[in-house]
Nanobody
Framework: QVQLVESGGGSVQTGGSLTLSCVASGTIYSINSMGWYRRAPGHRRELVASITTGGVANYADSVKDRFNISRDSHKNTVYLQMTALKPEDTAVYSC????????????????WGKGTLVTVSS
């Protein structure tokens, strides 16, 4: 019913940059927020950044000064610009949306992407 197409993962050296994108499609009426989570080796999944349709962004403290999240609401697309990457940023990054599929319902439906691997080497 919902599809999330993630792209942009890859391997870079410390200090490098990558931009992730996630395009949502399917039975979506509107999206409240879109974001990226990551799961690093030996760690639990954590929020990296999220952004509401209104443009309110939230970042993990560890990435706040290095990453930037943006969105194109009309295209149901979210981007994560990652700069000054560090080895500790190595993780599988997964797109997440909070959405509803009809005008008359409340938000609360969630969907997760399969994830894209980001590897940062020293």
């Amino acid at each position: 019913q919902v599809q999330l197409v993630e792209s942009g993962g890859g391997s870079v050296q410390t200090g490098g940059s990558l931009t992730l994108s996630c395009v949502a499609s399917g039975t979506i009426y509107s999206i409240n927020s879109m974001g990226w989570y990551r799961r690093a080796p030996g760690h639990r999944r954590e929020l990296v950044a999220s952004i509401t349709t209104g443009g309110v962004a939230n970042y993990a403290d560890s990435v706040k000064d290095r990453f930037n999240i943006s969105r194109d609401s009309h295209k149901n697309t979210v981007y994560l610009q990652m700069t000054a990457l560090k080895p500790e940023d190595t993780a599988v990054y997964s797109c997440h949306i909070d959405y509803k599929d009809a005008e008359w319902v409340q938000y609360g439906m969630e969907y997760w992407g399969k994830g894209t691997l980001v590897t940062v080497s020293s």
